[in-house]
T-cell receptor
């Protein structure tokens, strides 16, 4: 089976850096995704990691350690518009259709 | 602007009603998905269609019935739902089902069962 854990809520200040952690247990790991979801809107793709290490995309970076079953999303120079839920999702390669399993999401509130 | 469009955005239905959710993708993708998003719960995969062939999640009650007439359209037919089925229903699409394939989501249908 699969189990994905993320903090429920985090708060941070505009201009700061925040790290959102995700731990997972899965029998057929085949990649990890981060999505951003603003209230009432569709989740949008942020990053994909399949090998260990850091992937950087502008203000957002995502890190993966497969041996530890651990990932984090790092947001730099926080802006008010970054207030959203951040969803960690793991691709399960054991299923024929590469099932994407989501965590409950971390609600980030950025304050002035 | 999303390339995946869902209608209606909001739906209120009684437990004896029959309704359908519609999803259309304009991205040329060949795989489509239905997810259920309830408060404080993870996104739950309900159904997957790949090249119009269904791969079903066996834990989905039969009161939910998907239909994929072509690679651009996906429906979710609802009948005799329960109040606990109230949730946000999200449609997604992707190009193939490779490990690195990202899913593109629609904005969802907010369903309330009364």
């Amino acid at each position: 089976g699969q189990n994905i854990d993320q903090p429920t809520e985090m708060t941070a200040t505009e201009g700061a850096i925040v790290q959102i952690n995700c731990t997972y247990q899965t029998s057929g790991f085949n990649g990890l995704f981060w999505y951003q979801q603003h209230a009432g809107e569709a989740p949008t793709f942020l990053s994909y990691n399949v090998l260990d290490g850091l992937e950087e995309k502008g203000r957002f970076s995502s890190f993966l350690s497969r041996s530890k079953g651990y990932s984090y999303l790092l947001l730099k120079e926080l802006q008010m518009k970054d207030s959203a839920s951040y969803l960690c999702a793991v691709r399960d390669g054991n299923t024929g259709f590469q099932k994407l399993v989501f965590g409950t999401g971390t609600r980030l509130l950025v304050s002035p | 602007e999303t390339g995946v469009t869902q209608t209606p955005r909001h739906l209120v239905m009684g437990m004896t009603n029959k309704k359908s959710l519609k999803c259309e993708q304009h991205l040329g993708h060949n795989a489509m998905y239905w997810y259920k998003q309830s408060a404080k719960k993870p996104l739950e995969l309900m159904f997957v269609y790949s090249l119009e062939e269904r791969v079903e999640n066996n834990s989905v009650p039969s009161r939910f019935s998907p239909e994929c007439p072509n690679s651009s359209h996906l429906f979710l037919h609802l009948h005799t739902l329960q109040p606990e089925d109230s949730a946000l229903y999200l449609c997604a699409s992707s190009q193939g089902q490779g490990a690195d394939t990202e899913a593109f989501f629609g904005q969802g249908t907010r369903l309330t069962v009364v």
